[in-house]
């Protein structure tokens, strides 16, 4: 697995915090009264802010988002995904590699919230969350966060290879 230093994770958490918190009124539209992801992405700033880490409270913060993310799915694909969005987001304070299931998570938000632009609101996003990393990450991320087309709509995937 690829080692960070502890600068590049708080980077690649502040990101996957971003990523996380634009597509978040997805979820809170359909949910306003659960603010689970919206708490996942305050614990992630916390941490990032002051370095203070708590194995209960980033793994807490985490499982209730996706906990979240599982009683959208029912309403929402695009709800479902803003809240796995945040719970990975919150988790980069534990594993960095996390981030970028923030950043895919985001994608797969607004493709589904956008049936017939999918591809479109995908890609935009994708260049908007390239633009917020530093060279050295932007790379890498380009590599491994991936939209293609397929016949059946686009397909949004991570790549991992030994280093993830």
Do not use: N
């Given at each position: 697995?690829?080692?960070?230093?502890?600068?590049?994770?708080?980077?690649?958490?502040?990101?996957?915090?971003?990523?996380?918190?634009?597509?978040?009124?997805?979820?809170?539209?359909?949910?306003?009264?659960?603010?689970?992801?919206?708490?996942?992405?305050?614990?992630?700033?916390?941490?990032?802010?002051?370095?203070?880490?708590?194995?209960?409270?980033i793994r807490g913060a985490s499982l209730d988002a996706h906990a979240a993310a599982r009683a959208a799915k029912a309403d929402s694909d695009a709800a479902c995904f803003a809240a796995r969005a945040a719970g990975q987001a919150v988790a980069t304070a534990h594993v960095p590699q996390h981030a970028f299931g923030g950043s895919y998570y985001a994608l797969k938000a607004l493709a589904a919230a956008n049936h017939t632009g999918a591809e479109a609101a995908a890609s935009t996003e994708r260049e908007w969350q390239a633009q917020q990393l530093p060279e050295d990450l932007k790379q890498e991320f380009l590599e491994r966060v991936v939209i293609e087309k397929r016949r059946t709509g686009i397909f949004v995937t991570v790549r991992k290879d030994e280093n993830f």
């Open positions: 697995m690829k080692s960070y230093s502890k600068e590049d994770q708080r980077r690649m958490a502040t990101w996957a915090a971003a990523c996380a918190e634009r597509v978040l009124p997805l979820f809170e539209r359909a949910h306003p009264e659960d603010g689970r992801p919206q708490k996942a992405i305050e614990v992630c700033r916390k941490w990032v802010e002051t370095g203070v880490f708590s194995m209960a409270d």
